[in-house]
């Protein structure tokens, strides 16, 4: 969202470009189980209550979703020349990506980055809004549009729901549920079923936020907000705790914008010395809370045993390790990454002991506790 251009500052005079093979196409908003809906509203169809006539210009820019050919690519750059801004609905549909239908890329399909590249070309503020069932990575439309929203397959009122975040009805408050990779490059062969990264990170980097060793494009459970969210006073209940112990974790969480809005807290805990592989990251809790503006919340999570526990690979049970040191995150992303939608705080714990308990054995005291 560079300049904050979203949410768009609309009146009655700004004029929109609604561009794009998903941008009226109902189909393409609904995914593969979704039933068939009695309606379904698309994104031109929801502009248009917002826009008058005379001020919206739709153009779809590709013949279908596949985009083989840029016939229709100066039709497009007319409407957005017309506009102040052009927003472009590109990604995928059930026909590219569905059950037993998967992809070989990441990549957009055909030449819909070659459409948006057409229209950042006119000069004209643009806004992508993808539509897609996985992951879709374009570096070069994160670096050179002015606004990127991911709506995945967002259903009948899908239309509606991205028109209220453009105009800024609603305050987007989203977070990815998945690592959007820069190109398959970042990611080991499919036939390389292992999850943590080798020895050689060019051929098999690992797999997913709690393993990969590379920069994505975005990362895992990022996500923007129109508001501005700090974190502080992060307390740890225990420092030092037995096996089998639980640990409380509490942090404030203030809303420092000017508008309300939602903020997903995300709790992220990391093994510190541990003695067999274990991801070198973990999302151990997240809380999705509402702030007024500069409202100020306390939000507590618990780590519990099973939380901290290990496989053990001489016979792969789950165990709690003696002296094991963790870390612990907490804010709007994960820790050490370049995008970030707040601050972090961090805090730690350290299991005493000199035994490897198992996990099995906790469940057991509490039990007869």
Known sequence: NRNNILPLKITTETKIAIIGPSANNSENLLGDYSPVPSYVVTPLQAFQKLISPQNLFFAEGCKDIYCKDDSLFSLAVQAAQKSHYAILFLGTNTDIESEGNDRSDIILP????????????????????LINGAAVSSPWISENVDALLDAFFPGQEGGNAIANVIAGSYN??????????????????????????????????????????VIPLYPFGYGLSYTKFQYSRLIVSQTSISPCQSVDVSVDVENLGGIAGSEVV??????????VPVPQIELAGFERIFLEANQKLSVRFTISPKQMAVVREIDFKWVIMPLEAFEVFVGGCQPNQVLCSSNLVSGGFIVRGNVVVPLDQCKQNVKQT
């Open 110 to 129: 055909g030449l819909q980055e070659s459409l948006v590249k057409s229209i950042v070309a006119s000069k004209v503020p643009t806004i992508v809004v």
């Open 172 to 213: 987007p408050a989203g977070r990815l549920p998945y690592t959007v990779y820069k190109s398959i490059q970042q990611l080991p062969p499919m036939v390389d079923y292992s999850m943590a990264s080798g020895p050689n990170l060019a051929t098999n980097p690992g797999r997913t936020y709690r393993y990969s060793k």
């Open 266 to 275: 995300e709790l992220y805990l990391k093994h510190n010395n541990s003695v």
